[in-house]
């Protein structure tokens, strides 16, 4: 099986402008979890999908968003962008819960000028 | 809140020693708990984990043992090699989704 991917891997955007971020599960899987990860502060959690639902949300401002397609890829949304949101952005799927074993894509490095 | 304490945040061995990373987490009812290895610019990696109803596991050099009433964690690795140098991270699972440690900077020196 094909394992997760995203897209980008790399984007530069400049403070105040948007990001869409891409994440293919491993195929079968139904839950789609969202990281931010920054040196200081680690891997943080963003949220959880599963059947195009959001099921569970971290502590991060209404400016990150996401959703889910029924063929369950993901699409994370970053508005008005900050500097602070410069980070790698991973992604996890897995089948059903994702408290069971958690496979990341390579991550989308966002950096904001 | 919802929080997992890992120590140390680095960690410098001889290759050959065993490294023992520790992790302590705050919400009794979480039942699994899995451990991450990732490597400088690549992805986390799942390398082992353990559930609430077990005390320990092992995968050949790896080992992970539980204590639910202390609410500690521990990765244990055996005749480290230099392969084994990454940040090790630490997380358990809470009303379904992952918390995450700090991590662990472990570096094997040859």
């Known amino acids: 099986k094909a394992g997760v991917t995203q897209t980008p891997r790399y984007l530069i955007k400049t403070r105040g402008q948007q990001v869409t971020l891409s994440c293919s599960p491993i195929?079968?899987?139904?839950?789609v979890s969202w990281y931010q990860q920054t040196p200081g502060q680690g891997l943080q959690f963003l949220f959880e999908?599963?059947?195009?639902?959001?099921?569970n949300k971290g502590n991060f401002p209404g400016r990150f968003s996401g959703r889910q397609f029924s063929n369950s890829r993901s699409e994370m949304n970053v508005s008005t962008l900050e500097l602070g949101d410069s980070a790698l952005y991973l992604c996890?799927?897995?089948?059903?819960?994702?408290?069971?074993?958690?496979?990341f894509g390579p991550g989308t490095r966002l950096t904001v000028l | 809140g919802e929080n997992v304490e890992q120590h140390p945040s680095t960690l410098s061995v001889q290759e050959g020693d065993s490294a023992v990373i520790k992790c302590t987490y705050s919400?009794?009812?979480?039942?699994?708990f899995p451990w991450y290895k990732q490597e400088l610019g690549k992805r986390p990696q799942l390398i082992i984990d353990?559930?609430?109803?077990?005390g320990e596991k092992k995968d050949q050099r790896i080992a992970v043992t539980l204590n639910k009433t202390a609410k500690h964690f521990s990765l244990h690795i055996t005749e480290t090699q230099p392969e084994d140098s990454a940040v090790y991270f630490c997380?358990?699972?809470?009303?379904?989704?992952?918390?995450f440690g700090k991590g662990t900077k472990l570096s094997v020196k040859p």
């Open positions: 996890a799927s897995s089948l059903s819960q994702p408290d069971n074993e958690q496979f």
């Open positions: 195929s079968g899987h139904r839950s």
């Open positions: 999908y599963f059947s195009e639902t959001q099921r």
């Open positions: 919400d009794s009812a979480s039942n699994y």
């Open positions: 353990i559930r609430s109803n077990v």
């Open positions: 997380a358990w699972g809470s009303q379904g989704n992952l918390i």
